[in-house]
């Protein structure tokens, strides 16, 4: 029997597109070469299944010319590439690598919180340029992290990792906001309260963004919602570009109504807002947060496990949605 045809979309650790040829027929892409939709569709007219990466757009044009297409598994938590109704019409499985990431993504949260907070790369910039003659009082004085008030808005597996951090590690007392609030319980393990947006943004210190991209959470942060902020705060953005109106955040960077922003997406990324790279108050890094090679790994595995259950017939491990019918009936 011939076995089913895989793309892989993106070059992933050349080890693991091995694993997937010990079951499948692999056209794999070692030289990562980002096709255009019109050329991932050709790509995708004779295959089975496919190893996205986040930055391929699934939709129904696409699967219109991709009939035999059974799955789409995603090397990514988030899934906003999907166009997740369509492919459950078409009778497509999609699937995400939730939980692996979480800890790491946490992490780099925490990290970006601390760089944008203490200035720690606008400080570098200045030193590298031979700007550093003198030490002064208030060089690059920022805000304190520990015992400030933490505001976690989208709280899920990694905002709860945020917020814990938060709180056990650096004594900041938590407030998140949610599209549903956690039990009694997770909000004591996190020690975290739950406050209207209005409230979280009024209040935080420090703002982490952490929700999915949906149509409903476009501009969840825009010029309104930084009006509310406090002068002295920090925005974070690990979640998605989208999430936040880069125009309107670059304004209200540029004219101090906030301190600062850490950035880890962009709207329209790989493009960044020029006007983002022009003000010195922005930590800006380019969509890394679950960059470490063991999450890396553990994320390009579970996309490769999901296709290779899938295929055996035991069902997706982490489905992101269920086709009432599959392609294969
Ligand atoms: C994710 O897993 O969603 C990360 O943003 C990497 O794309």
Known sequence: MSQPRILVARAIFPDIVDRLREHFDVEAN?????????ELAARLADKDGVLTTGSQRIDATLLAAAPRLQICANMAVGYNNF????????GVQGTNTPDVLTETTAD?????LMATARRMTE?????????WTKWSYDMFAGSDIHGSTLGVIGMGRIGQGIARRGAHGF????????????SAEMEAECKASYVSKEELLRNADHVVLVVPYTAASHHTIGAAELALMKPTATLINIARGGIVDDAALAVALREGRIAAAGLDVFEGEPSVHPDLLTVPNV?????????TVPTRRAMANLAADNLIAFFGGRGPLTPVNTPAVGRRG
Not at 83 to 90: L, R
Not at 108 to 112: N, R
Not at 123 to 131: D, I, K, M, N, P
Not at 171 to 182: A, E, T
């Open 83 to 90: 166009d997740v109704q369509a492919m459950t019409a078409a």
């Open 30 to 38: 070692p030289d990562d070469v980002i096709w255009t939709p019109q």
């Open 171 to 182: 004594g900041m007392k938590v407030v998140y906001h949610n599209r549903s609030r956690l």
């Open 108 to 112: 780099f949260g925490f990290a970006l």
């Open 283 to 291: 930590v800006l890094t380019p969509h890394i947060a679950s960059a």
């Open 123 to 131: 400080s570098e910039h200045y030193l590298r340029a031979g700007q």
